[in-house]
């Protein structure tokens, strides 16, 4: 056999390889999406759209295997429920805090006025029976009412040993601000300020979650929890938040860079989020305590509302202490909480 052969027979053999390695790579990845579909039940209308759904989820596995191998980091990402949708959609569908001034202090003073110089070094409001299951806000912008009815239910516990899941969707009817409200997105504060007009916001079970606004039902508002007021942490003080959030759950906005950063959150997996977030969009969780992991990193424990699937069982943990003003993601940046 010439030389040529031998050439061109190698050149073949290598090609029908790399194809027959793309063609099963391909393949798996298939596969892999249709387990995800049975694993999330996820429902197409039509082949042109489980094909596009397909193509990215192909570009989020891919995402998602490029950061896990790119080195020593203190968090992975995952495959999720939102492993098929593009980060514009997620993000317009996924977040709903509007972005606004500094906060004033309204019907309260500051837990910084207070005598609580003491913290312990580790905290966690879920052990102390402070916090309610895991919620999914769904295709619906209204981040802020999970926000601060996450915030409240930890105060009512606090205060009455009570713990009782609240109604999101009251919020998302009846408190409007400017135009803004419901699915639209808006802000803890307002939320707080309609609960104490309202004198108290009802239970899950009496308002449901529906994913979508509807038309106020003032029938539905019966065993009403309330609130006397509501403040602010001081802005850019991680120390005012860590003594805010070892009193209750404090309520806080995380800002998110475009694409990259923004595709952290989207499949965000597990450990300390370490990353500069920027501030191209604004989400709304809540903090219920905070720690230090095995790797010597402070963090801060945030509950948040895209469900148990997401995350730590629905829940992230942010890097806090940080050499940023505002903290890390700008979480120190708009804290409030409420009061009974």
């Known amino acids: ?25 391909e393949s798996a990845i298939v596969d892999k999406h249709e387990q995800w579909i049975v694993d999330y039940g996820r429902k197409y209308e039509s082949k042109l759209q489980k094909e596009k759904g397909l ?5 989020n596995l891919n995402y998602i295997e490029s950061f ?23 993000i317009a569908t996924h977040t709903g805090y509007k972005m606004q001034g500094n906060l004033t202090m309204s019907q309260s003073t500051s837990l910084m006025d207070e005598n609580f110089t003491d913290v312990p070094t580790n905290f966690d409001w879920r052990k102390k029976g402070a916090v309610t299951h895991i919620k999914s806000q769904g295709q619906c912008g209204c981040c802020w009412t999970f926000s601060a009815v996450a915030a409240v239910e930890g105060i009512v516990q606090i205060k009455t040993g009570n713990l009782i899941s609240l109604s999101e969707q009251q919020l998302v009817d ?3 601000n400017g135009g803004y409200g419901g699915c ?11 609960i104490i007009q309202n004198q108290g916001i009802t239970t899950e079970e009496s308002y449901p979650y529906q994913q ?74 809540t903090i219920v305590g905070y720690g230090k992991s095995e790797e010597g990193l402070n963090y801060w424990l945030v509950k948040n509302s895209w469900g148990e699937t997401w995350g730590e069982n629905g829940y992230i943990r942010i890097q806090r202490d940080v050499n940023t003003p505002g903290g890390l993601c700008g979480i120190a940046m708009e804290a409030s909480y409420p009061i009974i």
């Open 68 to 90: 896990n191998n790119g080195g020593n980091r203190s968090f992975k990402l995952g495959l999720n429920e939102f492993a098929d949708m593009t980060y514009d959609e997620f």
């Open 1 to 25: 056999m010439s030389f040529i052969h031998v050439f061109l027979f190698f050149i073949f053999g290598t090609l029908a390889s790399i194809s027959m390695s793309r063609t099963f790579h």
């Open 174 to 176: 009846c408190s409007k």
């Open 55 to 59: 193509n990215i989820f192909k570009e």
């Open 184 to 194: 639209q997105g808006g802000w803890m504060t307002d939320a707080f300020e309609y």
């Open 212 to 285: 979508m606004q509807e038309t106020c039902d003032t029938g539905k508002q019966i065993n009403k929890v309330s609130i006397t007021g509501y403040g602010t942490v001081p802005e850019k003080n991680e120390e005012a938040l860590l003594k805010a959030v070892a009193k209750q759950p404090v309520s806080v906005v995380i800002r998110g860079h475009s694409y990259s950063y923004g595709k952290y959150f989207q499949l965000y997996k597990g450990g300390v989020f370490t990353e500069d977030c920027g501030s191209s969009f604004a989400h709304a969780v």
